[in-house]
């Protein structure tokens, strides 16, 4: 049974994890509004928006540590638990549910062992626990570690953008193309031109634009805050992301965190492709995870601007290098009658930590200007 406002008074139950290399507040749906209208303006005032700083509440002031993991139990004979991913705008009033997050997804498993929602008794060492991700009505499964009924959180595996190593999460994918779109390719081309720019548009799991970064005017290997500094770039992006918003059977995205733009160019290190990503008006210090499972497929695309300065891999796996390190992405393709490809299998290994369990604040619903 849900909670109403009335029962909010003394505080809402809430689990503040690292999901891969983000950051976010974990609710059971039992314990939020049902009313959607209600539960969002809840999340806002407990995360703190709208303010640059969040100052009044738990958010991290950025993107990637303003978000939310909502969890229950699932009906659905595919899935044993369902989540619903938000975005909570930071210095504005908006909540989108119009993506995923597969880097909140690294934590959902452990959370709802943690909750009770899929119990592991006795010394089983690893759990598999299908996860229906409500944005997009796909299912995944994570593997992780467990002992004794609850999750392992240390470990030997380190990803990039987070300091030190943790446990692995494995997380598998299954129908992804298409999940916002419709499609994988919603315009059926390997190549659009956008403002005189040649783009893929692609969904594998996250909308993105990918383009060459020197069709931008940049090298690709810019650090996020000169990217974000260059006002010429960011309008012409923005231009392109609102043309292709339409073109992707997303509508006006003007007002939607989707879709992201990718910029792409050959790899400086040992890397396959190098990426700098917008997320979609802040320059992502690292690449989303299933944003990095579709710039990994337009890559494989034979005739895409990724697929030009791809530097080809020798598996199914490809690394994308970014501004803090290289993400992993296993993208499984055949060749299909068309000439382009059909996507067998995704997966990406993550890592989650629990950092915080109790009981979150929310600010009063009126409250005077400073």
Do not use: W
Request: net charge negative.
């Amino acid at each position: 049974m849900t909670r109403t406002i009335a029962d909010m008074s003394n505080g809402v139950r809430c689990m503040v994890m690292r999901g891969g290399s983000s950051k976010g507040a974990y609710f059971l749906a039992s314990d939020l509004p049902a009313d959607p209208a209600e539960r969002d303006d809840l999340l806002r005032r407990i995360m703190g928006s709208p303010d640059a700083r969040q100052i009044d509440g738990i958010g991290g002031a950025h993107p990637l540590t303003s978000k939310v993991a909502i969890v229950g139990p699932c009906t659905d004979d595919r899935a044993d638990v369902e989540y619903l991913f938000l975005q909570v705008g930071v210095d504005t009033d908006q909540v989108s549910d119009r993506q995923n997050c597969g880097n909140l997804l690294a934590g959902v498993g452990p959370f709802a062992v943690e909750r009770g929602l899929h119990e592991q008794l006795g010394t089983v060492p690893n759990c598999s626990l299908r996860i229906l991700m409500l944005n997009t009505d796909t299912v995944a499964t994570a593997t992780f570690a467990v002992d004794d009924g609850a999750p392992v959180y240390e470990g030997a595996t380190a990803i990039s953008g987070v300091p030190g190593t943790a446990s692995a999460i494995e997380l598998d994918f299954g129908e992804l193309g298409g999940g916002s779109c419709g499609t994988m390719l919603p315009t059926g081309n390997a190549v659009d031109v956008i403002n005189g720019i040649e783009c893929t548009l692609v969904d594998n799991g996250m909308p993105v634009v990918v383009m060459r970064a020197s069709d931008l005017g940049i090298t690709g290997t810019e650090a996020p805050n000169e990217l974000e500094a260059d006002d010429s770039l960011r309008s012409s992006l923005e231009a392109i992301r609102l043309a292709a918003g339409p073109m992707m059977n997303l509508g006006d995205v003007a007002d939607t965190t989707v879709p992201k733009l990718t910029m792409v160019s050959p790899p400086t290190g040992d890397g396959h492709i190098s990426t700098r990503t917008f997320i979609p008006h802040r320059c992502h210090e690292a690449i989303g995870v299933l944003g990095a499972v579709s710039v990994a497929t337009a890559a494989l695309l034979p005739g895409s601007p990724a697929n030009e300065v791809l530097v080809p891999p020798t598996r199914a796996t490809v690394r994308l290098e970014h501004p803090t390190g290289f993400f992993d992405a296993t993208v499984e393709v055949a060749p299909s009658n068309d000439g382009s490809i059909d996507v067998q299998r995704a997966g990406i290994v993550r890592t989650a930590r629990k950092l915080m369990d109790g009981t979150a604040f929310p600010r009063a619903t009126h409250t005077e200007e400073t």
